[in-house]
């Protein structure tokens, strides 16, 4: 990160991954995780569903459907997150290539529409 002063505070520049930011283990992971998370809560609002009907479409409960609006989300694997957004008719696209680095890095990118 780097660092410079404004004001006369020292201040760092972000990662671009608040959880790395904070130094919590899996930041990767919970950045997808939130993501994915923030897509969900568009295409509920977008279809206009009662927290209910998302539950039942996604498959999940209604409390768990609360949880998640409220960005707790610990109980939900990426994998069970991304089975809710194409329970909500949404398509997602993993591709996979050569990192530049010793150490490749997960990335969301969300089409706008």
Known sequence: ?????????????SSGNVYADLGLPDAEKLKIKTGLVI??????RSLG????????????????VSDMMR???????ERKLMDCLTRLGYDIE????????????????????
Not at 49 to 64: C, F, H, N, S, V
């Open 1 to 13: 990160m780097k660092k410079r002063l404004v004001d006369g505070i020292e201040v760092l520049g």
């Open 39 to 44: 897509e969900i809560r568009k295409a509920v």
């Open 49 to 64: 569903l009662t927290q209910q009907e998302a539950a039942k479409r996604m498959g999940i409960t209604q409390p768990k």
């Open 71 to 77: 960005g707790d989300f610990a109980n939900l694997s």
């Open 94 to 113: 993993i591709s996979v290539r050569p990192a530049s680095a010793a150490v490749g890095h997960l990335i969301l990118a969300a089409a706008s529409g």
